[in-house]
């Protein structure tokens, strides 16, 4: 079982890594915040040991092509230009989904914003996506600073 699990991920990574190559993307790190879950390879790989349920997560609070966090980083300048919304969404799916049979579930905001802020980036702008994002998004619910 622990072969299977990191042949799985290393087939995850691959799948990033060709996703952000084809992209162009520059970024000097690889954060949760930019994994392409919106690339179908990727997204593949993420679901394959979930259950069907997270597929529509996925599609309209995460990064479907009419998702919120799309709908919101184009409605307001200010996070759209670091495509804020999308990107704590990513790193809120990311650090979430593993923990669905835990005791404790979810991520704190802290962390969601850890896995989204660049240097040189305001970790601000990111909590007001996350709040933004917890008053609007149908499958993200708020427990204290879980997400």
């Known amino acids: 079982m622990k072969f299977q699990r990191t042949r799985g991920v290393l087939r995850l ?3 990033v890594i060709h996703s952000l ?3 162009g993307d520059r970024n000097p790190l690889i954060l949760p915040a930019n994994v392409s879950i919106d690339d179908a390879c990727v997204q593949s790989e993420l679901t394959r040991y979930l259950s069907d349920k997270w597929v529509p997560v996925i599609e309209k609070d995460v990064d479907g092509p009419n998702s919120l966090p799309l709908k919101l980083d184009s409605e307001l300048p200010n996070l759209g230009k670091f495509s804020a919304c999308r990107r704590v969404a990513r790193a809120i799916y ?3 989904a593993p923990t669905t049979a835990a005791a404790h579930k979810g991520i ?3 962390r969601v914003k850890l ?3 660049m240097p040189g980036e ?3 702008v990111f ?3 996350l709040r933004r994002m917890a008053g609007a998004a149908t499958y993200l ?3 204290g600073p879980h997400c």
Do not use: F, H
Request: glycine share 12%; net charge negative; with cysteine.
């Open 13 to 15: 990574m691959a799948a």
């Open 21 to 23: 190559w084809e992209k």
């Open 94 to 96: 990311l650090g979430s």
């Open 108 to 110: 704190e905001d802290r």
């Open 115 to 117: 896995g989204c802020v």
């Open 122 to 124: 305001s970790p601000a």
């Open 127 to 129: 909590g007001d996506a």
């Open 141 to 143: 619910y708020q427990d």
